[in-house]
């Protein structure tokens, strides 16, 4: 009984932590949304400065008023085809929680749509895809106006390797 218990408190919590308000954009015609408290900008397209020996979702670093910010493309991070860059592509700035520190990365996205305010029950939790597939980076599914959301937990699209890598980028 206790452990039941345990089981359902933990689940309560979990969901209380995906309900909020959610930044939502494009990737491929699909939807994701991120916890706005992890958004810090979005800025448009601006030059990219490539550096070497990188991870390939790397793209670069920009100068946004004198820091230093590395950016990822999601596209390629989730084994996306590239496209061109359009007058919709932006870059959201956001606060990864990494091993020792707080982090900003820039993400490239196709678009930007809105901000959702996103309740408990329009939220179901990830579908499970096999033991070899990794979802930890995904918080759930939001059902929204009849389309689904997928809901990223930013903190875990990149793994602790990859983010000191990207952190090294911007050093």
């Keep these: 009984m206790v452990k039941t218990a345990d089981a359902l408190n933990k689940a309560v919590q979990t969901t209380i932590l995906k309900i909020g308000k959610y930044l939502t954009f494009t990737l ?13 900008e979005i800025i448009g397209m601006m030059p990219i400065t490539s550096v070497p020996r990188t991870p390939a979702f790397v793209k670069g670093v920009i100068n ?11 596209r ?7 496209i061109p860059y359009t007058e919709r592509t932006c870059i959201i700035v956001v606060e990864i929680d990494s091993e020792r520190d707080m982090v900003l990365i820039g993400i490239v996205v196709d678009a930007v749509s809105e901000v959702l305010n996103i309740q408990e029950e ?31 937990n930013i903190d875990k699209v990149l793994s602790n390797e ?10």
């Design 28 to 40: 491929a015609k699909e939807e994701y949304g991120i916890g706005i408290l992890k958004v810090k």
């Design 64 to 74: 946004l008023r004198g820091k230093v910010i590395p950016v990822i493309d999601l």
């Design 76 to 82: 390629t991070k989730f084994e996306m085809a590239s």
């Design 122 to 152: 329009q939220i179901e939790a990830t579908p499970v895809f096999g033991a070899k597939l990794n979802t930890d980076y995904i918080l759930g599914m939001a059902k929204v106006d009849g389309k689904v959301k997928i809901l990223l």
């Design 162 to 171: 990859e983010i000191s890598a990207v952190e090294t980028v911007a050093k």
